[in-house]
C-alpha cells in the first residue's frame, strides 16, 4: 500500500487540488445573485470534489486490467441507462438525460458513456489482437464503430450533441493508437467531409422546412444553436446571444480581470448557465486573460502528465485506455472553451473539473484514478529485455 502511495503523480494531484479551488471559487462568484436552485453549487461541488478524490485514490490501487475484465458489464449497464433516461423524460436544459436519485441530485448516464466506451473498445482490442500490426476492416474497425455507434444514438436522441461527437473523438483516438491503416484512415477522413458538405448543403437548401419539423418536435434550440455557429445570417439576436455575451464577457476582463465577484455580464446574468457551459467566460472576465491563460497552462500540464504516462506504459492496453480519455477530454475542454469565443458550435458540454456538474466531475476523477492506477501498475513483464520486445510493440 505505502508503495502505491509512492506510486501516485504529484504533480496531478497537486493540479486536481488547484482545480477545485478554481472550481469553487469560480461557482460562487457565478451564483452569487442566482436562483436558489443553484445558490449552494460550490458547495456542492466542494463535497463533489470530496468524493472524487476519494473515488479516485480507490481506483487508482485496484490494477486497471481486472477493471477492464469488468468493461463488458460496464458496457450494458452504461446502455440500459442510456435507453432508460430516454423513456423517463427527464429534462435540464431542452435535454433528457437525466436520472432523478433521491436528496434532489440527478445523474447522468452520457458522462458514464464516455468511460464505458473507452474501456469495452480496448477490451475488444485486447481480445481480438491484430496478428499483422493493424487493424483490420471486418474484425477490428466495423465492431468498435457499431461499440460506438450504440450509445452515440442513445445521446444523440436526448439530445446532447456535444456527449456524442466525444464518442466518435475516443473513436477516431482508439483507432489511431491502435495502429489502423492509413488508407482506412484517409478513407473515413474523406467519406466524413462529403457527409459534413452534403448535410451543409441540404441543411441551407431545406432550412425553414427542416426548423418547422423540430419545432415541432420541440428541439427547435438545434436550429438556434447550428445557425449561431454556421448560418449567422439566417440567426435571430437571441439565437446568437449566448455565444455574444459570452465573448463580451471573455474580453471585457481584458489582462488582470475586472475583478472576483466583480464581472458586470455575470453579475447582471447577461451570460447564460455562467455555473456550466459558461464558466469559462466566468474566469475570462473576472480574471482576465491572465487568469484564463494560467487555466489552460494547467490543462495542457495535466495533459502533457497523462500522455507521459501512457507513453510510458508497457501494456497496450493501458496506453489504449489512457489514450481515449486524454482524448475525451482534450475534445471536451477545446470545444467548451471554443463554442464560447464562436470557433465551435453550442453543445452545452462542460469544461472538465471546472464546470458545475457532479456526475462529470466524478467520471472525470474516476478517469484519473484509471490513468494513476495505469501507472502504479505499471510493471515491465520483460526486464531484461529492450523496449521493443514488450507487448506494447507487439499490438501497435
Known amino acids: 500500500m505505502v508503495r502505491k502511495f509512492q506510486k501516485l503523480d504529484s504533480l496531478i494531484l497537486i493540479i486536481l487540488l488547484i482545480f477545485s479551488v478554481i472550481c469553487v471559487l469560480t461557482l460562487h462568484s457565478a451564483t452569487l445573485n442566482a436562483s436558489s436552485e443553484f445558490a449552494n453549487s460550490a458547495n456542492k461541488m466542494a463535497i463533489f470534489y470530496a468524493l472524487g478524490l476519494v473515488v479516485m485514490l480507490i481506483v487508482s490501487f485496484f490494477d486497471y486490467k481486472w477493471i477492464l475484465k ?10 440500459g441507462l442510456l435507453a432508460f433516461v430516454l423513456i423517463s423524460n427527464k429534462k435540464i436544459n431542452n435535454s433528457s438525460g437525466w436520472i432523478s436519485l433521491p436528496g434532489g441530485l440527478s445523474f447522468q448516464p452520457a458522462e458514464f ?40 444514438a442513445f445521446i444523440l436522441m436526448q439530445p446532447d450533441l456535444g456527449n456524442a461527437l466525444a464518442l466518435i473523438v475516443i473513436l477516431v483516438a482508439v483507432y489511431w493508437v491502435a495502429n489502423i491503416r492509413f488508407l482506412h484512415f484517409l478513407i473515413g477522413f474523406v467519406i466524413t467531409g462529403v ?59 481584458q489582462f488582470l480581470g475586472e ?20 464558466v469559462f467566460a466566468v474566469i475570462g472576465e473576472e480574471f482576465g486573460f491572465a487568469g484564463s491563460s494560467l487555466l489552460i497552462f494547467l490543462f495542457f500540464l495535466l495533459i502533457y502528465r497523462l500522455m507521459i504516462i501512457a507513453i510510458e506504459c508497457f501494456h497496450s492496453s493501458g496506453s489504449y485506455i489512457a489514450v481515449g480519455l486524454i482524448a475525451m477530454l482534450i475534445f471536451q475542454i477545446f470545444e467548451n472553451i471554443g463554442m464560447l469565443v464562436g470557433m465551435m458550435p453550442l453543445t452545452g458540454i462542460t469544461l472538465p473539473f471546472i464546470s458545475y456538474g457532479g456526475t462529470s466531475l466524478l467520471i472525470n476523477m474516476l478517469s484519473m484514478g484509471l490513468i494513476m492506477s495505469i501507472r502504479i501498475h505499471n510493471v515491465d513483464p520483460n526486464p531484461g ?12
Open 70 to 79: 469488468l468493461s463488458p458489464l460496464i458496457y450494458l449497464i452504461s446502455t
Open 113 to 152: 458513456a464516455k468511460l464505458a466506451v473507452v474501456l469495452i473498445l480496448v477490451a475488444y482490442l485486447q481480445k481480438m489482437n491484430p496478428a499483422d500490426h493493424h487493424l483490420r476492416f471486418f474484425k477490428h474497425i466495423i465492431p468498435l464503430g457499431l461499440l460506438t455507434g450504440v450509445p452515440f
Open 195 to 253: 457527409v459534413i458538405a452534403g448535410t451543409y448543403y441540404w441543411y441551407d437548401r431545406n432550412h425553414d422546412e427542416i426548423k418547422a419539423y423540430l419545432d415541432q418536435k420541440q428541439k427547435g434550440h438545434w436550429v438556434q444553436r447550428i445557425d449561431a455557429m454556421f448560418f449567422p445570417s439566417k440567426a435571430s439576436k437571441d439565437d446568437l446571444y449566448h455565444v455574444r455575451n459570452a465573448t463580451i464577457a471573455i474580453g471585457s476582463g
Open 259 to 278: 475583478g472576483y465577484t466583480k464581472g458586470d455580464s455575470v453579475q447582471n446574468h447577461f451570460v447564460p448557465y455562467p455555473y456550466a457551459d459558461s
Open 385 to 396: 529485455l529492450t523496449f521493443a520486445s514488450t507487448d506494447k510493440s507487439k499490438s501497435m
